[in-house]
C-alpha cells in the first residue's frame, strides 16, 4: 500500500475521498466552517493570530498606565488587565502550534485553555466596566483638572505672545460654571460607557464563536484521528488473515498422487534430529552383522 504524506488540507491522507464525506462532525455549517465559508483549520489559525495581536496590544497600554477603551481607570485595574492580556498572548500563541500539530491531544488542551482565558477575559472586562461606571466622580475629577490645565496652558501661551508684542490683553476665564458641562466631562463619560457595551458584547460574540470553533476543530481531528485507527485496525486484520491462509496451505498433508514423487534430499547430519541418527546407527550395525 502507498503511504501519501499528510498536507495542510488533509491531514490524514490515508482515509479515502468516500470515507471523508462521512466525517460530519457536527450539524450546523457555521460549526462545521469557519463563519460557513472558511476550513476550520485555517479559521483557527486566523483566530490564533487575531487573539495574539489583541491581547498584545492591551497588555502594552496596560503596563504603560493607559487603557484602549477608558480615558481613565483605576491603576490597579489595568495592571490585572495586562496580566490577563499577557497570559492570553501565551495561550494564544500554544493554541496556533497545537492547530499546527493537529494533533486531538494537544487541541483537547489549548481549546480548553482557549475557553479558560476567553472567561477570565470577559469577567475582567465586565468588572472593569463596571468598576469605570460607579467612578463618575473620579472621572470628572480627573477630566476637568486635565481641561482645566490644558485651557490655562493655552491660555498663558496667548498672554506670553501679546505680552512680547507690546499689547495688553485682559482675558476673563471662569474654570467652573455651575450646573453646566463646561469641558463636556460628562458627555465624555457617557459616550465610553456606551462604547465599553459595545465593544463588550462585540468581543464577547467573537471571542465565544472562535472558542467554539476551535473546540470544533477538535472534535474533527479525534473523529479522523478514530477513523485512520479504524482504518488500520481493518488493513492489520486482513493482512493476518491473508498470512494465516498461507500457512495453512502450506500445512496440508500431500494426497496420493503426490507419492510417487521423489523424497527431497536428506539434510545435513549436523542438523538430523535424535531419532534419525540412532535409525541410521542400528542399520549400519545390522548390515555389518549380515555381512
Known amino acids: 500500500m502507498i503511504r501519501h504524506l499528510p498536507t495542510w488540507m488533509y491531514p490524514y491522507p490515508d482515509i479515502l475521498p468516500q470515507q471523508r464525506s462521512r466525517t460530519l462532525h457536527a450539524a450546523h455549517s457555521y460549526t462545521r466552517k469557519f463563519c460557513g465559508c472558511m476550513s476550520l483549520r485555517g479559521g483557527c489559525t486566523v483566530a490564533c493570530f487575531i487573539w495574539t495581536g489583541l491581547n498584545l496590544y492591551g497588555c502594552i497600554l496596560a503596563f ?10 483605576d491603576r490597579t485595574a489595568l495592571l490585572i488587565q495586562g496580566a490577563i492580556c499577557l ?10 502550534f497545537a492547530v499546527f500539530v493537529n494533533m486531538p491531544g494537544s487541541l483537547s488542551f489549548a481549546h480548553r485553555s482557549v475557553w479558560l482565558m476567553v472567561i477570565t477575559f470577559l469577567i475582567d472586562y465586565f468588572v472593569n466596566m463596571v468598576l469605570f461606571g460607579v467612578q463618575q466622580s473620579q472621572f470628572q ?17 496667548v498672554i506670553a505672545s501679546n505680552s512680547n508684542n507690546g499689547t495688553t490683553v485682559q482675558l ?17 463619560w457617557q459616550d465610553e460607557v456606551k462604547f465599553s457595551v459595545i465593544t463588550f458584547v462585540m468581543i464577547a460574540v467573537c471571542y465565544v464563536y472562535w472558542a467554539t470553533c476551535l473546540w470544533s476543530y477538535e472534535q474533527k481531528v479525534l473523529v479522523l484521528f478514530t477513523s485512520e485507527l479504524q482504518q488500520g ?26 507419492g510417487n514423487y521423489p523424497a527431497p ?22 548390515s555389518k552383522i549380515r555381512s
Do not use: H
Not at 64 to 73: A, E, H, K, L, V
Not at 141 to 157: F, G, H, P, Q, Y
Open 172 to 188: 476673563t476665564f471662569s474654570p467652573n460654571v455651575p450646573g453646566s458641562d463646561l469641558y463636556n466631562c460628562t458627555r465624555l
Open 87 to 96: 497570559i492570553f498572548v501565551l495561550v494564544a500563541l500554544f493554541a496556533f
Open 265 to 286: 534430499p536428506p539434510s545435513d547430519n549436523n542438523q538430523q534430529t535424535l531419532a534419525q541418527v540412532t535409525t541410521n546407527a542400528l542399520s549400519s550395525l545390522w
Open 233 to 258: 485496525a481493518i488493513e492489520d486484520s486482513a493482512r493476518m488473515a491473508n498470512l494465516n491462509s498461507m500457512n495453512g496451505m502450506m500445512n496440508i498433508k500431500p494426497s496420493k498422487e503426490q
Open 64 to 73: 504603560q498606565g493607559r487603557s484602549p477603551i477608558f480615558s481613565y481607570i
Open 141 to 157: 475629577d480627573w477630566c476637568i483638572d486635565k481641561s482645566r490645565d490644558a485651557v490655562n496652558s493655552e491660555l498663558s501661551n
